[in-house]
Each structure stands twice: as C-alpha cells, then as structure tokens.
C-alpha cells in the first residue's frame, strides 16, 4: 500500500488484512520508498498488487506506476 498519508494506510492495512486471502507485503508513504522497497525485493518477493494515492509529492501515483512498470514489465 503506497499513500502519503500513513495512518490512512496503516488503517487499509489492518482492515485488509483481516482477510485469510490477502497477504499485505509492506506500506510506505511516497513514490520513491516504494521505488526503492520493491527494488530490495527478490522475484518471487515482488507483490501481485500494488494499492497507491494517485495524489502524492514528490510523484503522483501516476508517475510511480509508470516507473514501476518500466523497471518491472512482467
């Protein structure tokens, strides 16, 4: 989950989570700390989904989608 607003998605976290079929992998508040937390990732690490504001600084949601599809295109 990538929102600049943490406590909003520390609270999707916890609510999603309570799920048996959701497996949440990591929040972080920006663009590039997610950036930087999937490039810490194996493969088999990487997550199937990624939940992000569209709205956030320094990028907007929009810019780090196509980041992360440029660097991950599978």
Not at 63 to 70: F, I, L, Q, Y
């Given at each position: 989950?990538?929102?600049?607003?943490?406590?909003?998605?520390?609270?999707?976290?916890?609510?999603?989570?309570?799920?048996?079929?959701?497996?949440?992998?990591?929040?972080?508040?920006?663009?590039?700390?997610?950036?930087?937390?999937l490039?810490?990732?194996?493969?088999?690490?990487?997550?199937?989904?990624?939940?992000?504001?569209?709205?956030m600084?320094?990028?907007?949601?929009?810019?780090?989608?196509?980041?992360?599809?440029?660097?991950?295109?599978?």
């Open positions: 989950i990538v929102d600049d607003q943490l406590l909003l998605a520390r609270s999707l976290a916890e609510n999603l989570a309570m799920s048996e079929e959701i497996e949440i992998s990591f929040v972080v508040e920006s663009g590039p700390s997610l950036l930087e937390t490039g810490r990732c194996t493969a088999d690490q990487l997550p199937d989904v990624i939940f992000m504001d569209i709205e600084l320094p990028m907007s949601g929009i810019e780090v989608t196509g980041a992360v599809k440029s660097r991950y295109p599978g």
